[in-house]
């Protein structure tokens, strides 16, 4: 397993209130997120995505907005999850002693943009006393899509908590409404939980498990989407869509590329690979393109209009791309993502094929 620090080393590569107290988000049973138990995982599980065993629903200590950034505290009951490390996973189970698993998600306000690069920290306080420090994971669920999240242990059977979460500096180039902004800011939330409470969270076993397909994304009005852009709704002029790894990847060529780097004679070509079905980004993954015999490392880059993508400035504009994946997505994942974007073969996308 890798280290948590050589990890978060390796990232590089309309506003809210906040609400005060703890409250439930309310929702109904075919409204929840996917969750991990201790059961064994699946059998069979196909190399691609899939519904997970069964999905929980989830709690909130609330909003917060600062510096332009917004930031959602959630949390649920300890959930497994997998690490990512090159083209190999390790489960991390939901250990009897982790009280409970945290999720924040942070966003860009003005946008709406979930933010996959700005690594948070969080410090669990009892009054003056430190309780528990811990720096979530990059992580990839069904319902939740992008977010951060670690199972934390914390003592006894529930509590009050005075959780700060300090949002790191960007990671990855950003272009437009998203350039700028504080290096670090910090939110500052109360968590009261007890496991009475995470007992009641709501949990539905799915019949098609381990079948081909997601569960739909949440959709909470307080938080964000998460997805991408469909490819017809994509600035520039849209050369295709493949597949890899059961991952979706769109390239769009656009004129001028002064945002990316480049000048306004040049074109910019976008590489777009995202989830199937919930179009959520895949941050944290190597890419290069082939065009006409030359080789491009594509830069991780989020855009407010073409969404979190990898890209290049070109002196022409291309009608085909040779796409290779040289590092798959090295975001942690929950059930049902586990087994997909590992192995991923080099892919074609011609204009030329009306793709």
Not at 5 to 34: K, M, P, V, W, Y
Request: with cysteine.
């Amino acid at each position: 397993m890798p280290s948590r620090r050589a990890f978060l080393a390796g990232l590089g590569a309309g506003g809210l209130g906040a609400l005060a107290g703890c409250s439930a988000l309310n929702l109904t049973r075919e409204e929840t997120q996917d969750s991990q138990s201790g059961d064994p995982p699946l059998p069979d599980r196909p190399s691609a995505v899939y519904y997970p065993s069964h999905v929980d629903g989830m709690l909130m200590s609330g909003t917060q907005t600062r510096g332009g950034l917004g930031c959602a505290l959630t949390y649920t009951r300890p959930h497994r999850f997998w690490l990512v490390s090159g083209r190999e996973t390790t489960r991390v189970p939901a250990r009897d002693a982790a009280a409970i698993h945290v999720m924040p998600v942070v966003w860009h306000v003005e946008t709406g943009t979930v933010l996959t690069d700005r690594t948070p920290t969080l410090r669990f306080h009892d009054g003056d006393a430190l309780v528990t420090a811990d720096a979530p994971w990059p992580m990839l669920s069904q319902r939740m899509g992008f977010h951060f999240g670690d199972n934390v242990v914390l003592p006894g059977d529930g509590g009050t908590y005075d959780v700060s979460v300090r949002v790191g500096a960007p990671a990855v180039r950003r272009t437009g409404a998203l350039a700028g902004g504080p290096d670090a800011v910090t939110f500052d939330f109360s968590l009261a939980y007890s496991q009475a409470e995470l007992d009641a969270v709501s949990r539905r076993y799915r019949r098609d498990a381990g079948e081909r397909g997601a569960v739909d994304p949440m959709g909470m009005e307080m938080l964000p989407a998460g997805g991408v852009p469909a490819p017809a709704a994509l600035p520039g002029r849209v050369l295709g869509t493949a597949t890899t790894g059961d991952a979706a990847v769109v390239a769009t060529v656009l004129d001028g590329a002064t945002a990316y780097g480049g000048d306004g004679s040049q074109r910019y070509l976008a590489v777009s690979i995202r989830t199937p079905y919930n179009r959520y980004p895949l941050p944290m993954t190597g890419l290069r393109a082939e065009i006409a015999g030359e080789t491009h490392d594509l830069t991780e880059t989020l855009d407010p209009e073409l969404g979190h993508h990898y890209g290049v400035a070109l002196d022409e504009a291309p009608d085909a791309v040779d796409v290779t994946v040289t590092t798959p997505p090295q975001v942690s994942r929950h059930e049902g993502y586990e087994t997909a974007f590992l192995d991923m073969p080099a892919i074609t996308i011609d204009a030329t094929d009306g793709a």
